[in-house]
């Protein structure tokens, strides 16, 4: 689909992403204002990612060791797996930065920005939520499918224990980061309430915790918002009073006339020019409270 994508499609999209509407229910609303089904069809297949299109580093790129891993998660599903990525010729331990993944799973997208972030100098970990489920599937639609029989709280248990396996990993030096999209950005803020060792995090795009979680947070804040993003953007003003009324050191980004995932390079939600600039106000942090 070469045409602009209507602006009547961003909400329904967001909608669909975020479960609120079924593929049937997307499809049939969207017809009214693309030209009928086909349109609608050919709308939503533009609206969905293109993994190998947008993929910045190669899974076999030989600056990379790569491996799967699963922690222990007592009090989630038992264990978590994962994507575990450092940079080849590292000598010595490094630094350890979560990536958690949008409401898919462990797709090839998230497994990409993993290697971004071990490019950068870290052993990245890029956890699947869906490991009780069996993995991500291989595609969206299945993963939207899963993503919505998961416990919740098991769930985030799961994340958080990724994140206290990683502070004693071998070949980590006990520094610790999280950077998450979406599902992930909030749970990279759930993680900085629950894991007072958290030297920073990251979250873009994400809901806030639990006003009465946030005195907990000792990590430091780098916050990331679209600006068309009214679910997720009326989270912020209560959220940011709760931050100053615990004193945390954050500080919060909105960027003029981005989608919510604005920094997916896989969709056409994506902004290249606030996707860049997010991403480099994220390794600046990074390498100012790890190292």
């Not at 961003?10 to 997307?26: A, T």
């Not at 030989?62 to 575990?84: E, I, K, W």
């Not at 980004?253 to 939600?269: C, I, K, L, M």
Request: net charge neutral; aromatic share 10%; glycine share 8%.
């Amino acid at each position: 689909m070469t045409q602009p994508i209507p602006p009547q499609a961003w909400p329904l999209f967001d909608r669909y992403v975020h479960g609120d509407l079924s593929r049937r229910g997307f499809l049939d609303q969207a017809a009214v204002f693309a030209g009928g089904p086909a349109g609608a069809a050919a709308l939503l297949a533009a609206l969905s990612p293109n993994f190998a299109a947008a993929q910045q580093v190669k899974p076999d790129d030989m600056r990379l060791a790569t491996r799967r891993h699963a922690f222990p998660s007592p009090d989630g599903n038992g264990q978590v797996q994962g994507y575990m990525v450092k940079p080849f010729n590292a000598t010595g331990k490094l630094p350890a930065v979560l990536v958690v993944h949008e409401n898919r799973g462990l797709n090839p997208h998230i497994e990409d920005i993993a290697r971004r972030v071990a490019l950068a100098g870290y052993v990245a970990y890029a956890p699947d939520a869906l490991t009780p489920l069996g993995g991500y599937p291989g595609n969206e639609d299945d993963a939207r499918a899963l993503f919505a029989k998961l416990d919740p709280a098991k769930a985030r248990a799961d994340i958080v224990a990724a994140a206290r396996g990683l502070l004693t990993l071998a070949d980590a030096n006990g520094k610790l980061g999280v950077v998450g999209f979406c599902w992930g950005g909030a749970l990279s803020s759930h993680v900085a309430t629950q894991v007072p060792e958290l030297a920073v995090a990251v979250p873009f795009y994400g809901g806030a915790p639990a006003a009465e979680d946030v005195p907990r947070i000792k990590a430091r804040l780098q916050i990331h918002y679209a600006a068309n993003d009214e679910r997720v953007n009326a989270t912020w003003p209560p959220f940011e009073a709760a931050l100053k009324a615990a004193g945390v050191r954050y500080e919060a980004f909105t960027y003029p006339g981005t989608q919510h995932g604005f920094n997916n390079d896989t969709t056409p939600r994506y902004d290249a020019a606030a996707a860049q600039l997010a991403w480099e106000r994220t390794l600046a942090v990074f390498k100012a409270a790890l190292g």
